[in-house]
Nanobody, 124 residues
Framework: QVQLVESGGGLVQAGGSLRLSCAAS????????MGWFRQAPLKEREFVAA????????YYPDSLLGRFVVSRDNGKNMVHLQMNSLKPEDTAVYYC?????????????????WGQGTQVTVSS
C-alpha cells in the first residue's frame, strides 16, 4: 500500500510558476506509475500528468504540454509537478496518485492510491 501527501500549492499570479511535490510512503515506490490530476469547483477530476516507474516516460494532455513537467526521484520517494505560465483556469485542487497497473495512463480508474490534494489558486 502507498500513502501520498501533496505539498507546494498556494496562491500565484497568472504567468507565475509553482512546483508541487508528492511524498510517498512504502519501499516499493519505484514500482508505481505516478500521476497528477486536478479538480476545479463543479468540474470532474481531470488528468494532468503521469510518469512511468523509471521516470523515462511522461504523459500529458495536449492542453498542458509544454507548460507542465512531471518528474520523480525514486531514491527519495518523491514525485514533482512543475507548473509554468500558470493561468486562472489552472485553479483547482491537485491530486497525486499511484498506479500499480498497466492500464490506460490517463484514466482515473487506473490509479488505486490518492493523496488528499493541494489547492492551487491562480489570480488574474
Amino acid at each position: 500500500q502507498v500513502q501520498l501527501v501533496e505539498s507546494g500549492g498556494g496562491l500565484v499570479q497568472a504567468g507565475g510558476s509553482l512546483r508541487l511535490s508528492c511524498a510517498a510512503s512504502g519501499r516499493t515506490f519505484s514500482r508505481y506509475r505516478m500521476g497528477w490530476f486536478r479538480q476545479a469547483p463543479l468540474k470532474e477530476r481531470e488528468f494532468v500528468a503521469a510518469i512511468d516507474w523509471s521516470g523515462n516516460y511522461s504523459y500529458y494532455p495536449d492542453s498542458l504540454l509544454g507548460r507542465f513537467v512531471v518528474s520523480r526521484d525514486n531514491g527519495k520517494n518523491m514525485v514533482h509537478l512543475q507548473m509554468n505560465s500558470l493561468k486562472p483556469e489552472d485553479t483547482a485542487v491537485y491530486y497525486c496518485a499511484a498506479s500499480s497497473t498497466s492500464g490506460a495512463v490517463r484514466a482515473l480508474s487506473a490509479f488505486e492510491y490518492w493523496g488528499q490534494g493541494t489547492q492551487v489558486t491562480v489570480s488574474s
